[in-house]
Structure formats: structure tokens, C-alpha cells
């Protein structure tokens, strides 16, 4: 199922993102994360790729198997800074010859690991190249979706570079975005407006990271440019080793971040699990009959 094409529906959708895991025991974690979301019947679940291209194997292994072992819809990311157009080519030939039809067109972070790191020769040095690059020679075969940053890209100078290279993607052939994780939900309203006076009208998913772990969430949202509010950190910070009320705090703050979503008409709710399910679990059946209704429709 093309995810473009059922948001443009109006579908609401809810997602799952997962990043492949380095070891067995952690693969068949994932595994059983996967069976204990499978039953909420997502929309669909998508697997991250290293932007070195390190995970390229590891992350077509783990959306094939999805594909081949479950009944989910599967998209699989993919980060063109480090690979040759052909590489490209090749990895989405691979995924069209196993029918996976949705891909997350992005360009990954520069290697900060590799000093003086330089592009290979041609390779696509901005997302919207990639785009341009698969519907030049997929045509309409994949639906693509591409990512947006409502506070804006830690590389962006202002929100109106943000918006202009935003519209490129569009423009390119992106069918729908997902955003960096947000924790204040005016950033993401506010994105929608400025996207909207651009005449860019692809659904926009909101990334909901539940906080489960303060430190390292916080790690993230630094390196992304997510804001944590103030009183937010306040509620945080003296349980910070303390992961079980950390959990805690982050699902209710959490499951009022989706409500307001809810009621102001977000197309979707995409939840960065890290692999684990219980905060999206929770945070899934506290929005219950509201969010079932929206499914429905
Ligand atoms: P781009 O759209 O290319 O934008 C990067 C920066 O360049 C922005 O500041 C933009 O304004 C600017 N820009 C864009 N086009 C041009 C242009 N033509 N000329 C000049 N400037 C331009 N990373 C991973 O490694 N693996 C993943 O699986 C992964 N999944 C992600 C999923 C989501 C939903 C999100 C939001 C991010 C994800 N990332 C992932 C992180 C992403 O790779 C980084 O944020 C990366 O730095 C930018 O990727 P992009 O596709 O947004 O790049």
C-alpha cells in the first residue's frame, strides 16, 4: 500500500518508526516489539538507515522480513550523502524487486566520524536530488515521503530557508513528510502556516517522541534542534536516573501533546519507539476512542 496515496485520502494514520538493531538479541526484540504494535494495526512502520550507509544490509534485511513475516506496510528510509547515484539505483531496485513500495527519501547527516568527509563523485548532496533521482527513473512506483523540521533544520539559517528547501522536496515529487520530533506543538502549527502560504499542501505526519529516557532524549533533541519546555525539563530533571517515573512523565506529557494534535487536525501521529513498545502502547490506548473514531473515517 502506497502511504501517499492514503493520506491523501484523509486517512488518519499511525505509524511506527525502528532502527535496525546491531545484535541477534536485539533483532528478536524487535521482533516481539513488532507483535505486541502489530494488533493497534498501524498504517505503517518504517526502519531507519545510516547515513554512512552502514545499516544498508542490516536495514533491507529488516524491512524485508517485516514485509515477508508480518501484515504491516513497510517503508524503508534511505540517506543518499554517502552513496553513488548507481549504489541508489541498485538498493531501490533491490526493494522494488521484493515489492516494497514506500520510501523515506533523505540525505542523512553529514559523517562527523569521517574527517574532511567529501560526497562520492555525483552523488546526491540534498534530499530533494534524491527525490528528483527516484521519480526520474520509478516514475510513480514509490510513494515518497521526506522529512521537515518545524523549528528548523540545525543547519537551516532561518525558517525561510527552511520552507524554501522544504518546497523543493515537494516540488521534487515528495508525497507526504514526517517531522523531527517536537515537544512544543505551536513549532509544528506554526510550520503548517508557513508551508500553507507556500501553496505546499502534502500531509505533514508529526514525530512524537515519547521520553522514556532523559539524557539521552535530551542528547537527541540538542543535536536535532528540538526545544524540551522548561517545565518540562523541571518535571524531569530530579528523576533523571530514575527510569521508571521518567516513563512515567514522559507518556503523560506525551499522550496531551497528541490530544492537542488530535483536536487541531493532524494528519497522522508517527512515534519514534526506539524499538521498544510500552510508551507507545500506553500512549496509544489513553487517546482510545477518539483516536479510533479518527481511524475510522
Ligand atoms: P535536506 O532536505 O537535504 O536538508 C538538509 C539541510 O540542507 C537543510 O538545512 C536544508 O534547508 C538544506 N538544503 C536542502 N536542500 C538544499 C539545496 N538544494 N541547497 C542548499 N541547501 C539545501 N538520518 C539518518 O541517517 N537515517 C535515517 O533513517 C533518518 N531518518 C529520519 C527520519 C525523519 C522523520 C527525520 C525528520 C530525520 C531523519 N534522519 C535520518 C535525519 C536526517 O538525515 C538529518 O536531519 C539530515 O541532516 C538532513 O536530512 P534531510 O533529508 O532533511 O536533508
Known amino acids: 500500500m502506497k502511504i501517499g496515496e492514503i493520506l491523501k ?15 541477534e538479541e536485539g533483532e528478536r526484540d524487535l521482533f516481539s516489539t513488532i507483535k505486541s504494535l502489530e494488533h493497534i494495526s498501524p498504517t505503517f512502520v518504517s526502519v531507519t538507515y545510516g547515513a554512512g ?7 533491507r534485511r529488516i524491512v524485508e ?6 501484515h504491516l506496510t513497510v517503508m524503508a528510509h534511505l ?10 539505483l541498485d538498493i ?13 527519501a533523505l540525505r542523512g547527516d553529514i559523517p562527523t566520524n ?5 560526497p562520492p563523485n555525483g552523488a546526491c548532496k540534498h534530499a530533494d536530488e534524491l527525490v528528483r533521482l527516484i521519480r526520474s527513473n520509478f516514475g510513480d512506483y514509490f510513494s515518497i515521503g521526506v522529512a521537515s523540521y518545524p523549528e528548523g533544520h540545525p543547519e537551516s539559517p532561518n525558517m525561510e530557508w527552511e520552507i524554501r528547501y522544504f518546497k523543493k522536496k515537494v516540488m521534487e515529487g515528495a508525497d507526504f513528510s ?33 521520553i522514556t529516557n532523559f539524557r539521552q532524549v535530551s542528547r537527541f ?6 526545544t524540551i519546555p522548561d517545565d518540562l525539563i523541571r518535571r524531569l530533571e530530579p528523576y533523571a536516573d530514575d527510569q521508571e517515573e521518567t516513563t512515567k512523565i514522559g507518556i503523560e506529557f506525551a499522550i496531551r501533546q497528541c490530544e492537542d494534535l488530535l483536536r487541531n487536525g493532524a494528519p497522522g501521529l508517527h512515534f519514534y519507539t526506539l524499538n521498544r513498545s510500552r510508551a507507545t502502547l500506553e500512549i496509544y490506548q489513553a487517546l482510545g476512542n477518539s483516536i479510533e473514531a479518527l481511524r475510522r473515517t
Open 178 to 210: 514526517i517531522t523531527q520530533m517536537f515537544f512544543i506543538n505551536d513549532y509544528y502549527y506554526e510550520f503548517l502556516d508557513m508551508c500553507y502560504k507556500e501553496g505546499v499542501s502534502i500531509p505533514i505526519v508529526p514525530g512524537i517522541m515519547p
Open 221 to 226: 533533541a540538542s543535536m536535532c534542534g528540538a
Open 9 to 23: 485520502r484523509g486517512t488518519f494514520s499511525i505509524s511506527f518508526e525502528f532502527f535496525p538493531p546491531k545484535t
Open 53 to 59: 550507509g552502514s545499516t544498508r544490509d542490516k536495514t
Open 79 to 88: 540517506t543518499c550523502i554517502a552513496h553513488s547515484k548507481e549504489e541508489i
Open 65 to 70: 522480513k517485516i514485509h515477508k513475516e508480518t
Open 92 to 104: 531501490l531496485n533491490e526493494y522494488r524487486k521484493i515489492g516494497i513500495e514506500n520510501i523515506l
Open 114 to 118: 569521517i574527517p574532511d568527509f567529501k
